[in-house]
């Protein structure tokens, strides 16, 4: 069973886009969250998803909150997807899918792609709101106004 509203995000650990460790214990509980996990790298709906919150990213960040992207896709994917569409937040390399498996995020599609979910976690660690939802672009309209809402 996956993580819910309600739940405290759990620690993990990763490589970020410029193969840095990223470690979740330097941004829980210190700023709101987006934590976002999407299938695949250059795919139609995972750049759509993106570019979304790309477009939308200052509004996040006037908020106080900062984005997150996880997939199973390595290092240099993410790095070459990031500058390819300029994203300004951080993404990182789930390759054993750890992060994943902790968050309990299912697959889709009888099983066979990685599933599209997002997390909005306040400023404690707690989770909000869980947006599980293959079409990508509903995403970023409903997290924006779960932010805006714990905010204000």
Known sequence: MGLKVGDKIP???AKDTNGN??????VI????LVI??????NTPGCTTQACSFRDQYQDFKDFGAEVIGISSDSVASHLQF?????????????????IRTLFGVPNSLFGLLPGRVTYVVDKKGIIIMVFDSMRAK???????EAIRNIIE
């Not at 976002?36 to 790298?41: A, I, M, Q, V």
């Not at 509903?138 to 924006?144: A, D, E, M, Q, Y």
Request: without cysteine; aromatic residues 16%; hydrophobic residues 30%.
């Open 11 to 13: 620690n993990f650990t």
């Open 21 to 26: 460790d990223f470690d979740s214990q330097n």
């Open 29 to 32: 509980g210190k700023k709101p």
């Open 36 to 41: 976002y996990f999407y299938p695949k790298d």
């Open 82 to 98: 990031s500058q390819q569409f300029k994203l300004p937040f951080i993404l990182l390399s789930d390759l054993d899918k750890k």
């Open 138 to 144: 509903n995403h970023i309209s409903n997290v924006l």
